[in-house]
């Protein structure tokens, strides 16, 4: 079955480094690809998304690019601020079905 | 510009009582879902519907009751409650089948003492 995998955390960064978080899938056909993010306290929200291989997604300054061959949607900001700390979730929709696939999620901890 | 409403926010209940998660959604979607969160075990799903009428079970149903008489709601019911129904509860949306967005509600912090 489809299935997401997510680095493990908790990702600890200084403020302005570098973040990538990694996301590998296995699924039928190429579906859609999503990163969720959960504020402390808050329930997810769409980061951003890419609905066909090799598609970049993009928002507040955060990418993800659609990665056919190597089946990856990894997360990348090039510079993190202590408001970037959340917990990130990668997910595809689970084809032929209604339930989404959701990762275990990453928890980001960016200090000043 | 309501989205996906959860009531409550906080409820602490004892061993054995019962209740209900208010979930509705001003957006026309025909997909709802409820999922619990607890440290470590990311997101489980719970039940779901596909549209009015009709429910069907996810990762974890036992203990829980849905039902889904109009598009817009989608209460979840706790029938005994049980300390291991302590979690944080989220109910979400989506139109259609796959592909699109999911909306989350902010979600609702449930203790069973």
């Known amino acids: 079955g489809d299935s997401v995998t997510q680095m493990e955390g908790p990702v600890t960064l200084s403020e302005e480094a570098f973040l990538t978080i990694n996301c590998t899938y296995t699924?039928?056909?190429?579906?859609?690809l999503f990163w969720y993010v959960q504020y402390p306290g808050e329930g997810l929200q769409l980061l951003l998304k890419?609905?066909?291989?090799?598609d970049k997604g993009s928002n507040k300054g955060f990418e993800a690019t659609y990665r056919k061959e190597t089946t990856s949607f990894h997360l990348e900001k090039g510079s993190v601020q202590v408001s970037d700390s959340a917990v990130y979730f990668c997910?595809?929709?689970?084809?032929?079905?209604?339930?989404?696939?959701f990762g275990r999620g990453t928890s980001l901890i960016v200090h000043p | 510009n309501a989205g996906v409403t959860q009531t409550p926010k906080f409820q602490v209940l004892k061993t054995g009582q019962s209740m209900t998660l208010q979930c509705a959604q001003d957006?026309?979607?025909?997909?709802m879902s409820w999922y619990r969160q607890d440290p470590g075990m990311g997101l489980r799903l719970i039940h779901y519907?596909?549209?009015?009428?009709?429910?069907d079970q996810g990762e974890v149903p036992n203990g829980y009751n849905v039902s889904r008489s109009t598009t817009e709601d989608f209460p979840l019911r706790l029938l005994s409650a049980a300390p291991s129904q302590t979690s944080v509860y989220f109910c979400?949306?989506?139109?259609?089948?796959?592909?699109?967005?999911?909306?989350f509600g902010e979600g609702s912090w449930l203790t069973v003492v």
């Open positions: 979400a949306s989506s139109k259609g089948l796959t592909g699109n967005t999911i909306y």
């Open positions: 890419a609905t066909k291989a090799d």
């Open positions: 699924a039928t056909g190429y579906p859609s």
């Open positions: 957006m026309n979607h025909e997909y």
């Open positions: 997910a595809l929709p689970s084809g032929g079905s209604y339930i989404p696939t």
């Open positions: 519907s596909v549209g009015a009428g009709i429910t």
